[in-house]
Each structure stands twice: as C-alpha cells, then as structure tokens.
C-alpha cells in the first residue's frame, strides 16, 4: 500500500466519518459551495460523492443535488471498520455463578464472526449499573438484557439504546424481546404431576429479580387451582444461589416434606441439590417424591436417573439473537422482536 | 476537523500502520524528499509526524531529523485502534456443554477493558480445528488454550501465535501457562480419604484429551500406591460428558460399590450424579461411601449437605491471565508465564 491515494478518495473516507459520526446531515451543501468550503476542486468531491453513492450512502438527484439515504449512518459506521459489539448484561446478584452455560455465548460468537461483531459478556453489581451506559466504545453496540429486574428493563427502555431482552420482559416494557414458552411448560408440567395423582405439589426456583419468577409462579399457582380435583397443595420455595445459603434451604425444604410430592426445579437450581437434600433429611418420603426439571442445562440436572426435564433450547435462542443482531448492524434498525420459543419435555430415563 | 487536517491525520494513520508492521525503520529518511516520495506537501508531513511525537513514537531531534521510538511498534500497535482479541479455545468434544463457568470469561473482560481488549469464546470441533489458524482478524490477537489436548498444544506451539495455556500444559510443549496445583491436591484429598480407613477409593473425572486427566490419575495412584497401610483398592473412573451416557456410566459405577468407599469427584461431573446413583443402586453402600469435590464451581456440586471440596480457584486465573494479556498487547512480548495456583479444601459442611 502506498500513501498516494486518489485525493477523491480520502474525501469520500473523511465524508463517511463525518456522516458516522452525525455531523453531515441532510439538507447537504450545494456542491459549489461545498467544495470551496472543503477547499478541493469540483471534480474531486463529485468523485467522492460518486463512492459514496455506489457504497448506498447518497442519492444524486440530478438537477436535485445530492441526499443522504435513511440508513446511511449504519452503512457509514460499517465501511468505516469500526467494531460490532453485543454486549450481554447480567445481574451478578441475580447469577452469582452462573447464567446458563458457556456454550450459547460460544455460539452467538459463532454465528456473529462473518459479520464482524464480538460478544462481551459483562457482569454488573449494584454499585456498577450506573457506569453500563457510560461506558460506549467508539462502535455499534447493541445490548442483550440476559434475564434483568424490571427496574433494570425500564432504566434501558428509557435510555433508547438498541437492546433487546433474552427472557421475560417485566409486563410494563415494550422491548423486543426472546423467551421460552414458560406459560406453555409451566402448565404441561404441573398438569403432569397432578395426573399422576400428587396432591401436593412444589415449585422450586431461586430468589432473583427476574420477571420470569413471578411469572411462572403465577401459572403454577393458576394451574393447581383449576385442577379438577381439590385440594391441591401448591408451594412456591424461592432459594438462595450463593452454595451454603442454598444447601440451609434445601435442607429446611427437605425436612418440611413428609409423604407423596412432586418437585418442579428451575435451573440454575440443581435437580441434585434438592433431592439429595430430601434422601439425608426426609429419608422416609424419599422413594414418594417426584422431580420434574425446567430449562435445565446439564450441570443443572446432575442425579442418576436423569429425571423428567425440559431442556434449555440454548442453540434455537442463540440463533434468533444473532439474527437480530446482524439485522441491527446492517440496517441501523432493531426488528420488533416478539419471539416465543417452545420446549420439549425429555422423559424421565433409567439407564441400562 | 476540517478535510485538510484529516488529510494530515490520514497520513499519520498510514506512518502508524506502516510502523506497526515494521515496514518503517530508522534511519528515517529526511523530509524533503520523504514527503515528495508520498506525494504529500511538506506542512502535511510535518503535521503528521507532529501527531506520531505526540503519541510517543518518534523523537523530532531540530537539526537531525526524525527517530523513532524503542517501543514505538507496540506503541503503534496500540494507537492505531485496533482490536486486541483473547481468543479463548475449547474443545466441543471435550466440554460438550461447560467449560467451567460462565463468570470467568466476566472477570476477564471486566479487567481487559480499560485496556480495549475483548474475549472471544471459541468452541471447536475436529472438523473445525484447522480453520482457526487461518481465521486471523486485522488486530492482535492472544490464544488462550483451555485444557487443550496434547495435540492441539503441539500445534500451536509450532505455529509460533501468541498463546497460553490455561490448565495442564503437555509434557514435551514449553509454552506458557497457568495451572492449578493438581499435584497438591489429588496429594492431599486421597491421603485424606486414606487417613479416614478408605482402603477402597476411586477417582472419578471426564474422559476427555486434556493432559491433566493423566497427570491427576498418576498421582492418584501412587499416593494410594505410598500409604503404608497396604492393601488399598485404587480405582479410576473415567465417564463420557454427554448426560444420558454420563448416567449410564454413573449407574455402573455405582452397581459396582459395596461397602465403604472414598471417592474424589473432578469437576464437571457433577458430585450429584455418583451420589445419587449410587443412592439408587447400591443403596446398601450409601451410607459408607465419602466424596471429595475436585475443582468444583458451583452447579457441579449439587448436593445436600455439601460434601468437602477444592473449588475452581476462577478469580485467581482470571486476575493471572488477564495480567499476561495486558502486557503482552503492551510490550509485544509474552511474559515467560509458569504459574501454578495452590488450592483450598472446603471441609464437609451440614447445614442447619
């Protein structure tokens, strides 16, 4: 490479900048003046104007002069080189060890390498929330709100970044958002175990600020108070995820079941935690109670038997984020994205 | 900014890159001619290498001429805004679902920050590994190669990219790494089953490619094979991380145990599926048998009351590989990293 550019063409690099950064806006310049402002010839900035035109960032109208297209910002961001950035935001009060796994991060790196996007996983404390939005680099950034409060949802919906939700949008915010069918397995799970004639029934989940919780709390609730044949005992148990605080629930929760239960246990609560728990502290209704696990990743499940669960569709959410996204880098405009994903229930599985 | 100083601007750009790439090298030549040779006017060369004095890599001498700086290539590096990238590679059949937990790649980002550097998760499969070397972005780039088999270690040695490694580096390769100090405690934990009158234990870990696996299992053996209260029974338990085959090989394991029994459980299995396998089939033996969690991180755990535990030391690892990158993408050079993190024991804990 050599320095000696065509001068028309270190215009046009100098024009897409300006129009990035939103200092060139329509109406644009009578192109006399123009060019005397800029102080190159005539011929020198209708070459500019020519790349900029081929590149879909203006119009010529002939006789009309020159105009910018709607989506010349984002185009202008995007020959510019500068960097793609999904910044994924989660809670570490709310997921003090984890947030799903590892492998829908990898994936979402995956389908978002082509089209030269990165994504940066960011763990915020209370103390840090304030410094998110502060905090832009010089590119496109777009936020992934993984599973926030409320609260932390309308501090973003206010603030008109891009962002979209993965996991329940609290009721009140508009945010495109990705989701399981948590009514539809909520309902499907809680119907099987009263099927199976468990009159008692409890669902396990952890004590965090996301919307999800309260959601599916109230269609369990829902579901058992329209089951056919009453009384159903329905309990909600939300835990701790910090390992001890966990492992004092687990063990209070164990000692309070007495006969015949059925369990529902979201992720990131494990399977194993809860029915070890209820092996050492309720070992008479051990053999009496059943599990049923929801949105479970593998390290979630953890016994042997596997129990019946419903698998987190990681990969599906993954697919449907990066689709988002690449339409957001390239259009400058965030689909409204009202996914809801449904879920298989695995059966319980004896192994040989 | 007007266009005649982005002119100026773009050529300090260009003196940059060319720096960068060590195409530019002292002697400098004079201006004069310099200036004439990239078709630029003198008070354009001038302003633009005004700006490289400013950022420190070159010394303008009245009189003498231009120098560069010593360190003016990293320097370079640096200022021409390119994006520093940690590629962190595992293997997607190795850790099909996990690779220890999401928080870490956090605690790397969080700290790489301010330093402009991303993390880039990437999971490989066989078909895929060659690609990787090919796949090189326009910035600087670090591997960080997480429990790699030995293979894939050799490869990258010989390939000569910057990397580290993060786990158990192959006998025979000399790169850099990080470990945990496995020696010490598979050391410590089978001497402490031994002590307890275990003369049955075994060690459980994933079958996967990653030298440590070997390396734990040969001193596991000859701690056991050292006691010297002969005979003891040593097993090693190696199981595929797919769930259902996981249980599978969980359930046979677990038919296998009759009496009293000390296991030492490395992370990911999780501590919950032998326990309760074996709660399941080998009911008589439950009661005698004692684990030990090995590099845990929380959902690998799993069970109620905690059993006693090494956790994963991710913090530590986190705060020493994020230092190794910093001043490899400021100084261009890898620190000769041969660092071995000690480990903590959790004892047993009984919640109330």
Chains 1, 2 share one sequence.
């Not at 962002?163 to 609290?170: M, T």
């Not at 015949?260 to 502290?281: C, D, E, K, S």
Request: charged letters at 20%; one cysteine or more.
């Amino acid at each position: 490479m050599t320095f000696m550019r065509f001068r028309a063409e270190q215009l046009a690099d100098y024009l897409r900048e300006s129009i990035q950064r939103g200092e060139l806006r329509d109406p644009l310049p009578a192109t006399r003046g123009w060019s005397k402002e800029l102080g190159v010839g005539r011929t020198t900035l209708d070459e500019a104007l020519s790349n900029l035109r081929r590149e879909g960032l203006v119009t010529i109208v002939p006789g009309r002069g020159v105009r910018l297209n709607p989506a010349a910002r984002a185009v202008a961001r995007r020959s510019a080189g500068h960097p793609r950035l999904i910044r994924m935001l989660y809670s570490a009060h709310d997921y003090p060890y984890t947030l799903s796994h590892l492998n829908w991060v990898a994936m979402l790196e995956e389908r978002l390498y082509l089209h030269g996007a990165h994504v940066k996983l960011e763990r915020y404390s209370d103390a840090r929330w304030p410094a998110i939005l502060r905090r832009s680099g010089p590119g496109e950034e777009l936020f992934v709100l993984c599973s926030l409060s409320p609260k932390r949802q309308r501090l973003f919906e206010r603030s008109r970044k891009p962002c979209l939700i993965v996991g329940q949008p609290a009721p009140e915010v508009s945010l495109p958002f990705v989701r399981c069918d948590h009514e539809g397995m909520m309902r499907h799970a809680t119907h099987r175990l009263l099927r199976r004639g468990f009159a008692r029934v409890s669902f396990v989940a952890a004590r965090c600020a996301a919307p999800a919780i309260p959601f599916m709390t109230d269609v369990f609730r829902s579901a058992c108070a329209e089951w056919p044949r009453q009384p159903v005992d329905a309990q909600v148990v939300l835990m701790p995820l910090e390992l001890s605080a966990m492992a004092t629930a687990a063990r209070h929760f164990a000692a309070s079941i007495t006969g015949r239960h059925g369990i529902l246990v979201m992720a990131p609560i494990p399977v194993g935690m809860i029915q070890t728990a209820i092996t050492r502290y309720a070992s008479g209704a051990a053999g009496q109670v059943e599990f049923i696990g929801l949105l479970t990743t593998e390290p979630d499940i953890g016994v042997c038997p596997l129990p019946a669960h419903y698998p987190a569709p990681i990969e599906r959410i993954a697919g449907i984020v990066a689709n988002a996204a690449i339409r957001y880098f390239d259009t400058g405009a965030l689909p409204t994205l009202r996914k809801i994903v449904g879920l298989k229930l695995i059966p319980e599985s004896c192994p040989d």
